[in-house]
């Protein structure tokens, strides 16, 4: 098995985990917002299971949760859990009753469609996200390569489609924008009212880091399904893993002990409002800087460009080494398992630098024509992972 379809049962096993955590902290506060962030990520790996095994077999009944969890429902609940941590009012709940009908509606179209399902063009060498959609062409239009034609009736009239497994018009597609709208809208949306209350107030500082996570994990699984489209399917699921990760960072970091204002003063008048940027906070802002530089990259891959990945490498380089350095000189005075998660968090980062060792000796010093995908996926799962855990341990 190759390392792409390795990783996503290894996502969907860390994506298990992560649920377990949420729903316990439900059970143990019973706050409604960590059980809908439970449900929301058990459907995302129920999305990322069936994804994987997708990319092996064929079963319709995989194909089911796959969109029906990872494609239509789990942006929208996990929003869901974002409102109700921010928003303490009865619509709300009449919010909770509205997505609950719609889910079920939505399973409802799903079972209707099932038997309608053209499984005779499924494939595992395409990634299922390529493969379930039937579109019409325009007079003219040309089928992309490798896909398959047919001339169905639709609405009345004879038409020509690029088959998919759902028949076109399915009712269950309409649904999905829905879902996914409510779900980039409170999640992004969370983001920003929790950073404009803490510019206002100066309190809850973790909710805005929480809230900003959640979104950059949802945003990026949006991302990785742009760059399948595009033809860049082995960063889908690494993708998914990263955004599980930052997505459970940020849970954590909501179910902290919320901090007043110790000045007892609200807005921006208040005394407590830091003098100067410290070295913690410039440390994570060059590491920020430095994995952002990958998005121009991939924004020039996406447009058919080839840039080269050198100049980009050493941006990336610069800022999250420099970063790491200005916050390895932060003292901490825990011990025990924090030691040992800090020592752990070390360890993954340098081992997601040092990936690129081999990486550079094949290609300019063996003169071989490596390719680059496997040390990418290595070096992000090491650097964001070991930077997970620091998140974590910092805020909680």
């Not at 047919?150 to 020509?160: I, L, Q």
């Amino acid at each position: 098995m190759s390392l792409n379809q390795v990783l996503p049962f290894i996502s969907t096993a860390i994506i298990l985990i992560f649920v377990i955590k949420v729903l316990q902290k439900y059970f143990a506060t019973r706050k409604l917002h960590f059980l809908f962030w439970g449900i929301g990520l058990a459907m995302f790996g129920v999305g990322s299971f069936a994804e994987a095994y997708l990319a092996l077999a064929w079963s319709p009944w995989v194909f089911f949760g796959w969109y029906l969890f990872g494609a239509a429902l789990n942006a929208a609940w996990i929003g869901h859990g974002t409102l109700n941590l921010l928003v303490r009012k009865s619509w709300v709940h009449v919010g909770t009753g509205v997505l609950v009908i719609g889910s079920l509606a939505a399973t409802a179209l799903m079972l209707q469609v099932m038997p309608n399902l053209d499984e005779d063009i499924f494939t595992t060498n395409q990634p299922i996200s390529e493969q379930y959609g039937t579109k019409r062409l325009d007079e003219g239009e040309t089928a992309p390569a490798g896909k398959e034609t047919a001339v169905v009736t639709y609405r009345g009239e004879e038409v020509t489609v690029v088959r998919g497994l759902l028949p076109l018009g399915s009712t269950v597609r309409l649904t999905t924008p829905f879902f996914n709208i409510y779900g980039l809208v409170t999640l992004v949306g969370g983001a920003i009212w929790s950073a404009y209350l803490f510019w206002r107030k100066e309190v809850l500082l973790n909710r805005v880091w929480a809230n900003v996570l959640i979104a950059a994990g949802a945003l990026l699984i949006g991302f990785a399904s742009t760059l399948t489209r595009l033809g860049y399917g082995q960063y889908l699921y690494i993708g998914e893993l990263l955004a599980a990760i930052l997505m459970f960072a940020g849970f954590e970091l909501a179910s902290n002990p919320e901090r007043k204002n110790p000045t007892g003063k609200k807005g921006r008048g208040s005394k407590s409002r830091p003098s100067k940027i410290g070295r913690a906070t410039w440390g994570t802002i060059l590491i920020i800087l430095g994995v952002s530089v990958w998005l121009p990259y991939f924004y020039l891959l996406s447009g058919g460009s080839e840039p080269s990945i050198f100049p980009f490498l050493a941006a990336h380089l610069a800022g999250v080494l420099s970063g790491g350095w200005l916050r390895s000189g932060i003292q901490h005075s825990a011990g025990g398992s924090d030691h040992r998660l800090r020592l752990a968090s070390r360890i993954l980062i340098y081992l997601g630098v040092l990936v690129w060792a081999p990486y550079f000796y094949l290609t300019r010093v063996a003169g071989v024509d490596a390719v680059m995908a496997p040390f990418l996926t290595a070096h992000l799962t090491g650097v964001l992972s070991g930077l997970g855990l620091r998140l974590y341990l910092q805020f909680r």
